[in-house]
């Protein structure tokens, strides 16, 4: 039996579980959760995850996992064929690999959903000031790339940092395009060349065309 992803392609950490899963070659059985029809405030998925968000891995065994972050690091552990995507012995590329992944769930998705969360659930346009803070955080990405003049975020292969990152950064691009900061544009080129960015594709396609109504009516 395939492990449960529950939430919606729409949602980016969602789709950074999903590009780890296909480069894993790993088949995950997708439980849509409508937000907007409050099912995860229900009282079986708050028992899989009290913070209410998306997503939640549930495995075969029964072991839930909320959280994409530490989802993907559990899939390389459970279901890698070697740990390339997550190593366990390297701790100076394991440290550099926790701190994009950090970057990105409190600095870059963590603005990013500053906007497109009070959009999404009620309608409420976004402040000047949080296309600012998103624009800055994507500044550092863009320094980060500019010193250390690597090929994805932590090194020169791609690693469970750089689902995160690329999830996060193709999906706003219409609210601040990366393509104004040239080195995360070469980047997100480079990852778009992979087999596992097909997976991001679908859901990317959604959350666009859902943004380009909300601002519309906001």
Do not use: W
């Amino acid at each position: 039996m395939a492990p449960k992803l529950y939430g919606s392609k729409a949602s980016p950490p969602v789709r950074s579980v999903l590009m780890c899963a296909k480069a894993l070659g790993l088949e995950l059985e997708l439980v849509p959760i409508n937000f907007q029809a409050g099912e995860h405030l229900s009282n079986e998925f708050l028992k899989k995850n009290p913070q209410h968000t998306i997503p939640v891995l549930e495995d075969d065994d029964g072991f839930v996992v909320p959280d994409s972050h530490a989802i993907n690091g559990y899939l390389v552990a459970k279901y890698g064929k070697d740990d390339s995507l997550y190593p366990k012995e390297d701790y100076k590329l394991k440290a550099t690999i926790d701190h994009r992944l950090h970057f990105d769930s409190s600095i870059l998705f963590s603005r990013a959903s500053a906007i497109s969360r009070p959009l999404i659930l009620k309608g409420i346009k976004p402040t000047q000031e949080k296309f600012d803070d998103l624009k800055e955080a994507l500044g550092f990405l863009e320094r980060i790339f500019t010193e250390n003049k690597t090929d994805f975020v932590a090194g020169n292969k791609p690693t469970i940092a750089d689902f995160s990152i690329v999830s996060s950064v193709t999906s706003y691009s219409g609210l601040v395009p990366y393509t104004d900061f040239p080195n995360v544009k070469a980047y997100i080129e480079r990852f778009q060349k992979l087999p596992c960015y097909e997976a991001n594709k679908e859901g990317l396609t959604e959350l666009e065309n859902y943004f380009t109504i909300l601002l519309k009516k906001a």
